[in-house]
């Protein structure tokens, strides 16, 4: 089993929807975790933590359910700039990814 | 503020051959990480340094080693290139061991042909 599992999507959705996305992770110890944002061909970049509690940062929410090992990232509002890879990530003492969920935001 | 470099940016090689790729963390960072991202996929752990020493290591081959620098850069190394070698390569830098965000510079992509 994979570390960390991701929907692939892709997931194509008109601006201004909302989509929502999960994964999965297999080491019920893991204590970190964090959303990564990743365009094409370029760097990931850190787009927020998870916490325990759930977090919000601005159109972004994300949600931790320990109990069921797996995180979700939701996009309110979505707008043009969102279209990235969104990589799900667990540090356990080294960051392991998802292969990433695909979001593309047509007009 | 400098974030992460790398360089180069971009390099062709052939099998059998030998790569160097270097990166400068961002500032005040003091531990450096590195990852292969085959295309389509996430990246995948290699090893990490700190205090010049190698702390983790990801499931590679012994054919990847590297070195980190008293200034904090480090060279990822890889002898006997394969085709599968070709990839992205990411450093990431974070301010202390495994304890802090990681900051990923923009790569190098390597082509072996």
């Known amino acids: 089993r994979k570390e960390v599992e991701q929907d692939p999507g892709p997931f194509n959705v008109p601006e201004g929807a909302t989509v929502a996305f999960n994964c999965t992770y297999s080491n019920s110890a893991s204590q970190s975790f964090f959303w990564y944002r990743q365009d094409c061909r370029k760097e990931p970049k850190l787009l927020m933590s998870?916490?325990?509690s759930g977090n919000e940062d601005g159109r972004f929410t994300a949600q931790l359910n320990r109990a069921s090992q797996y995180i979700s990232l939701l996009i309110r509002d979505s707008k043009l700039s969102d279209s990235a890879t969104y990589l799900c990530v667990v540090n356990d003492y080294k960051l392991s990814f998802g292969a990433g969920t695909t979001v593309t935001v047509r007009a | 503020d400098a974030g992460v470099t790398q360089s180069p940016t971009h390099l062709i090689k052939t099998r059998g051959q030998q790569v160097t790729l270097r990166c400068s963390p961002k500032s005040g960072h003091d531990t450096v990480s590195w990852y292969q991202q085959a295309l389509g996929q996430g990246p995948q752990f290699i090893f990490q340094y700190y205090e010049e020493e190698e702390r983790q290591r990801g499931n590679f081959p012994d054919r990847f080693s590297g070195h980190q620098f008293p200034n904090y850069s480090s060279e990822l190394n890889v002898n006997a290139l394969l085709l599968g070698d070709s990839a992205l390569y990411l450093c990431?830098?974070?301010?202390?061991?495994?304890?802090?965000?990681?900051?990923f510079g923009p790569g190098t992509r390597l082509t072996v042909l």
């Open positions: 998870v916490y325990s």
């Open positions: 990431a830098s974070s301010a202390g061991f495994m304890r802090d965000t990681q900051y």
